[in-house]
């Protein structure tokens, strides 16, 4: 059982930076992007493909991310210079790096397509094998200090970056575009800017995933969105009074730790893996509809209760 | 006056939506209007007159089909809406829409303080904006001088749309473009916000159009005043006869330079 919670505790670090990711083009672009499906996979991919051939996985790791920040100006452009609608300018960038991912992997097999790498081979070349050679430590807990190190460490980068007035300019579109043009910011550039990060950190998060499993698999992409957003929400939910934005993602962090160690925990007490996605699915419908449940419940509460006593509303108009 | 200096020059404007189908509406047809250095002018008209279309095309929210725009000498007739955003400061009808609800006061003060620049990696506010930013806000007298890091979403409609109006002079613009920013307020409020806009346009003699929907307003304030009738500018009045304008008159003229009954929009400009 500790096993199984500690095996979840290093997914949930290795899983944070899909969320956070998920965080910048969802919460903070309002821009609900599906293109992270595509872009996770991309990272594995990208990420398996070069230590194949025998790249420095740090180096690997980096071109994973910018490889994710590439499919990221794609949807961006589509959805900004091309106008197509964000939900559908998603999906296309998804679907093309669909055949991207597989050409991807066939470069490494030379074996037209291939849908997914092996890199047990390789396992001691990943990140987790060069930090397990010079620890000495086993698998779970170097995944463990790397995840950690890692998420750390993109938590104080996004914080800087959100601070600075590129950053503001970013955060500012998500909220009032229109505002901005008025100021002179220029939101197609800014929303292109936040997606290319936004999926950057989930290719890297795809990267840092395969080079862990030593797996990378065309479908592994498959519900990325959806466990993104279950964390963000568990995230909020958990730190819900929190003003701070490096606090802000660190909640979202500890929210993907606890998604991976809530998910280990189902499945060790023997929920079949299959049903995970639909259990996921159902975390998050219910809690993005419980500010609606909420209000539902308390009319009902005042209907019946002969207090007209209304109460203090926060007020925007 | 043939010695005054132009500021603003629309010649020969004209905007068409919907152009070729059955929805089509002349917004602008063939307007042309001089706003000299330091004019506070108020603009009134009906429902579909053209004076929202008239401050969209100003600042180039969309282009326009025919005519030229410039401003201060330099040529807006082509420039996209964001180049164009550091020549004017703008408060929209709506108080949600002039800040972002989700940044701090000072954040949001910190967008403005950089309109029309561009952003960088530098520090988003600096310590010493934010105390520039506390100075400006105390002006206000609302007291949100002590709630300088809270989420403008948390704050009432007045208090946005006083914000907003800080936030478009706080670096001078060409010009101040205000479009019905008190209609959506409450009398109270929309009164102090209209004596805080007389004040700061006042203290720069900013280059000011401000668009309403009350005639008593329009009458009351600025140097002077033109009213928009179906795409075209149908009186211009300023100075002393501008003084000496009342809301009957201003009805009378209506009728004869359209030579339409007012019944229709009486409601709303009265």
Known sequence: MIATITAGVSQGFIWAMLALGVYISFRLLDFADLSCEGSITLGASIAAMLIWKGMNPFLASLFAFLGGCIAGSVTGILATKLKIPPILAGILTMISLYSINIHIMSFATGTAGTANLQLLKYSKKTIFGIIRRLTGLDKTYAALIVGAVAAIAVIFILYWFFGTELGCTIRATGSNEKMCRAQGINTDTTKIIGLAISNGMIALSGSMICQNQNFSDVNMGVGAIVIGLASIIIGETIFMRAKNFALKLFGIVIGSVIYRVVVAVVIYSGMPSTDLKLMTAIIVMVALSLPMIKTYLFSKKRKHSKKMNTPEVQKNG | ?270
């Open chain 2, 1 to 270: 006056m043939a010695d005054m200096e132009v500021m603003l020059s629309l010649s020969g404007v004209t905007k068409i939506f919907n152009a070729g189908t059955v929805n089509e509406k002349v917004a602008m047809n063939n307007l042309s209007l001089d706003v000299n250095k330091g004019d506070f002018i108020t603009v009134i008209g009906g429902n579909g007159a053209g004076k929202s279309t008239l401050m969209n095309a100003v600042t180039g929210v969309f282009g326009i089909d025919e005519g030229k725009i410039t401003l201060d000498g330099i040529d807006l007739t082509h420039m996209s809406e964001n180049r164009r955003a550091k020549y004017f400061g703008r408060v929209f009808q709506d108080p949600m829409m002039g800040t972002v609800p989700n940044m701090e006061i000072q954040e949001n003060l910190a967008l403005a303080f950089r309109r029309g620049k561009s952003h960088g990696l530098k520090w988003g506010i600096t310590a010493a904006e934010k105390r520039l930013y506390r100075e400006q806000i105390a002006r206000l007298g609302l007291g949100l001088e002590d709630r300088m890091s809270a989420k403008v979403g948390l704050l009432s409609g007045g208090q946005r749309q006083a914000i907003t109006l800080l936030m478009s002079t706080l670096v001078r613009p060409k010009m101040l473009l205000l479009d019905e920013h008190t209609a959506a307020l409450d009398p109270k409020t929309a009164e102090k916000v209209l004596a805080l806009t007389d004040e700061i346009v006042g203290e720069d003699s900013l280059t000011t159009l401000m668009v309403t929907h009350n005639m008593r307003n329009a009458i009351d304030y600025g140097n002077r005043l033109i009213m928009m009738w179906d795409g075209k500018i149908i009186l211009d009045i300023s100075g002393e006869e501008k003084k000496k304008l009342t809301v009957e008159a201003l009805l009378g003229a209506f009728s004869k330079a359209s030579g339409s009954e007012f019944s229709n929009d009486r409601t709303l400009l009265s």
